[in-house]
């Protein structure tokens, strides 16, 4: 009866972390090129998506810190006039929205969006270049995606930027840019208040 019970109960484990990792976008097989396995699926909900298909390394970007829950954050205002406000929705419905940003992309390319979520910053451990991120958590938080922005201003991280996990309000225009043979989302020329 216990053996069951576990079974069941990791069966349930792996079906939610897959359909959180389902989001639309091509997942990375492991190194060896062979389907993902339930570490593989875990690792992908926890790591950062805002390449369009991520065939990168899990080793290749680091994360300078966690994401927390957007739930009970407070989002400090931004006077940005967007063409897509997501700031005014749900978590399920900003969740969503952006997913199809990055899904459909061509059909929000060049328009200006404003989003809120909290702060994270990654680096590329073979460049030292720094890619800042808005990561939105949907409701039950388990979920997570990141959108990279650029700052309009010159800033030297850390100067200039929030704690990482502190809410972060951006606007900026949506755009797509190719690196190593990968295309990423960002919202560039981006303003941000946090």
Known sequence: MKKTIICAALAAAMLTAAGCSASGTKQPANKSGSPQTYDDVLASVQAPTF??????SENDYFSQGSQASSGELTFPKLDYDAEIDVTGM???MIYAQINDMVVNAGKYKGKTVKIEGTFDVFTDVNTGKYYYTCMIADAA????RGIEFEPAE???YPDGFPKVAAPVTVGGE???YEEDGTTYYTLKNAEFAY
Do not use: H
């Open 174 to 176: 949506f755009s797509s």
């Open 154 to 156: 010159e800033l030297s």
């Open 90 to 92: 749900d978590a399920n």
């Open 141 to 144: 938080a388990c979920c997570k």
């Open 51 to 56: 390449a369009s298909n991520a065939n990168e």
